[in-house]
């Protein structure tokens, strides 16, 4: 799976993704097509880089780096070019001058980066003997044709050209001749270059990927994870950029939320509107931001590598796939159980799975589901309204209305019991009062019955 | 001499054509040929694909665009690939055409090129702007009116309007009708404000209301006969993004409400109403204004129409000078004189 798999989950990756200040669409169109990584030490190298850059962008001024993302803005896809030379094809004047323009790119990035002792943070290959076949004038310009000084036939065709504009036709065709065998000699020598000048394309996108992370890391106030032993994920503060972002238009803020989860499932109940899913949203994005090595939106992190990440939410394009909401999620969740059988490590965040059905079969689905995923490759975490046996998982609640606001902070609670806000929250947002009033009355009613009984009932 | 100094107060020129063989090439040719290479650096480009050796549609000789030593120009990969010039190249966009990437090259010897440059109005911004930045002095756009394009050559600071028999053998016809596209290219900007408001807007049908606040009108397109502007008691300014035609202006007009609103349209090339629609908006008191506008430095005529109608040279110019109040010239007539003043000199 590539990163252009993911970039759509609901979880908002896109929206840190477009926010990189990538210079050239090359890198983009890299990026996107990068695979996510699966291994600590693989992440770990990321990271060491990123940190490089995060270093460098602190101890040198900003116009240096303005000038290096100016000169990356000069990367270009040059891959069919790159072919050609591979498949040792004679270059055309344009190919040629995509090789050179290239060759200086690099040589010129390479240069701005050993002056800030960054040449072993991305090794750029030493394109200058490329430079040299392509510039025999040594003028170090970004341009090409087929110079007047490969061949002083050439030269002397060109200059009786300037003087006799009438012969021109004529020597043009005597001119084509010679540049089409200068040019084969270029590219005879540039074949052995093919494998370098590519190496060298990725590494310019590499070095334009981690400038726009690491000043990333600086704009959001993105924090650098460290890697977990085991299976537990802790987050300290940790926040959605998107959702902070939509809330700080409205002059709102957003409450940072600290979780750890990882061996036991993780119930979250809480009020509606408590953020639960916002919670979700947050730990899959920063599960994806982690794996593929973005800084991470949080005051601290410590996270566990995994194979998979799933993240089921409410399939708005479920409709137009012809299934019904429930259907689509039961096919969604059972994906998730299919994954957990094959032994990979793997991190599910589910939210209120089977709510769009009847309470007593919504409970049994999901008390069952929280027993089917309790193994120890799988790491769980679930919202959910219904009343949920404790005892298999760890149950957190989000603190909910308090002097009439509502705090999202979530507590470790001991038992499953689900809050009874969502009454108090639609007269809060004013919804109609005879509807609210009623659905009271019916409450009352009900809970002339013990309320435990019921539970028990339900079990 | 004529014309040339004019366009070097500008940073930008575009050569229209209101038809093909209106003789816009040779404007052109006439431009480039005259234009200062040793002190101001120039490039070239077209909109789409110009610079045939014969005409694609009816098939008469058409003649070359002849860059002199010195000079940018910027085409597609494949005409690029066909030059028959020394040059070298400087930038190859990522701007895509259908002939290929768009590229930039210097002529290193005089000679005769295919042009075929950006296809759409923001490439070819782009592209200007590109070529300012690394210091050009003047760009120059080989545009196209009658053409399919989706570039603007209103896009230019300046302009050179190119009309003649291709456009209509009728002199009668021919003075007015030209006459009313420079009326069109005449329309004047805007105010400030509203610029600011508005340019970043590439479509739809928009109004401001009297506090500056900018409302969008839900409709199709300014082609639907559904518009209905309600709501729009307090519509200042109404802005079409896309065209304007006659029905829209008609009911523009004809609504009591909107009888002090400024009407703003992108540039004069979105305007496609009738003279008899546009006047009569005119002359009952309505307002349109343009966020693009070209200065019009002088109109062009080829006498001669591609089936062989030629009308008279002075009285043509004579008459639509008068028209537009501007001056106008038969550039192969004027080439012609301009040799042979050089003769008696050289004699």
Known sequence: MQLRDHIESPCGLRYVFEQLELQSGYTRRWMLDMPMMRTGEEIAQSYATLRQFVDFIGRVDTPYINTLQFRLQGLKDIRTTIKNLENKAVLDDIELFEVKHLAILAVDVAERLKAHEMDDAVKVPDLNEVITILDPDGLKMATFYVYDSYCQELRDLRAQMRQHPDKQEDLLLECAEIEEGVRRDLSQKLFGFAKALHEAQIALARIDMYLAKALQIKQLGLCFPTIAEGDVTHYEAMFHPQVKDALEMRKRAFQPVTLTFGQKPTLITGANMGGKTVVLKTLTLCQYLFQYGFGIPAQSADIAVKDEIFFCIGDEQSIEKGLSSFAAEMKNIDAVIKASRENRKIVALIDEPARTTNPTEGTALVSALVKVLRGDNVSLVMTTHYDIEPTDARCLRVKGFENGTMNYELVEVQDGEVPHEALNIAESLGIDSQWISEAREILTRANSIPLEKERRTLR | ?347
């Open chain 2, 1 to 347: 001499m004529t014309f040339i100094d004019d366009i070097l107060n500008y940073d930008s020129l575009s050569i229209v054509g209101l038809q093909k063989n209106t003789g816009k090439t040779v404007s052109l040719n006439y431009v480039l040929d005259r234009l200062p290479v040793e002190r101001k650096r120039i490039a070239v480009t077209s909109i789409g694909i110009d610079g045939e050796t014969t005409d694609q549609v009816t098939r008469t000789q058409k003649p070359e665009i002849y860059l002199r030593q010195g000079m940018y120009f910027g085409t597609s990969e494949m005409h690029y690939r066909q030059k028959r010039i020394v040059s070298e190249l400087i930038d190859v966009s990522d701007e895509n055409t259908s002939l290929g990437r768009v590229v930039t090259a210097k002529a290193l010897t005089g000679g005769k090129i295919l042009l075929s440059g950006p296809s759409s109005s923001s490439g070819l911004k782009r592209w200007m702007k590109d070529m300012h930045r690394v210091g050009l002095d003047l760009v120059i756009i080989d545009g196209a009116l009658s053409r399919m394009s989706l570039a603007s050559p209103a896009v230019s600071q300046s302009m050179i309007l190119a009309t003649g028999a291709a456009y209509s053998t009728n002199m009668n016809t021919l003075v007015q009708q030209t006459a009313f596209v420079v009326d069109l290219i005449k329309i004047p900007l805007t105010s400030q404000e509203n610029l600011d408001l508005l340019l970043p807007i590439e479509k739809g049908v928009w109004f401001k209301d009297s506090d500056g606040a900018l409302h969008e009108i839900k409709t199709v397109s300014s082609l639907s006969q559904e518009i209905r502007f309600e709501g729009m008691d307090d519509c200042k300014t109404l802005y079409v993004a896309g065209a304007l035609v006659d029905g829209f202006l008609e009911k523009v007009r004809k609504n009591p409400k909107l009888k002090s609103t400024e009407l703003v349209v992108r540039d004069f090339t979105k305007i496609f109403v009738t003279p008899q629609q546009f006047r009569l908006f005119h002359k009952l008191g309505g307002t349109i204004h343009v966020l693009q506008k070209s200065k019009l430095i002088a109109v062009t005529v080829n006498p001669t129409s591609p089936l062989g109608v030629v009308l008279d040279s002075d009285t043509l110019c004579a008459r639509l000078s008068e028209a537009i109040q501007l001056p106008v010239y038969d550039i192969m007539r004027l080439k012609d004189a301009e040799e042979k003043t050089a003769n008696t000199i050289c004699n």
